[in-house]
């Protein structure tokens, strides 16, 4: 049987990468053969937090997921799937010199 962090993972995978917690709970149910417990939905969150850095249950995991929206809004990623931002090339870097000034 798989574990409860490969089942999770296949489960983003197939949501796309990203996706709230109910959409990866149900897809995870699917996934996981039954019986399932009282608590699958406890154990699903619970992982998904001890393998995110985002997380205050984070603790020399691997950082596998990401909240999407900051924490409790109930949406995460897989963070191997995180799209990065591109840095913009037309930009010149400005100098601390050339930073205007705030006046009051």
Request: charged share 30%; net charge neutral.
């Amino acid at each position: 049987m798989a574990t409860w962090i490969e089942d999770i993972t296949t489960a983003l995978i197939n949501l796309g990468g990203v996706a709230p917690l109910s959409d990866i709970y149900q897809e995870t149910r699917r996934i996981r053969p039954q019986p399932h417990r009282k608590t699958f939905d406890a154990m699903i969150r619970d992982n998904i937090e001890k393998h995110s850095s985002d997380s205050v249950k984070f603790k020399d995991k691997p950082d596998l997921f990401f909240s999407v929206e900051g924490l409790g809004q109930g949406i995460w990623g897989l963070r191997s799937l995180q799209k990065k931002t591109p840095k913009a090339f037309d930009i010149r870097d400005v100098e601390t010199s050339d930073t205007p000034q705030r006046t009051l």
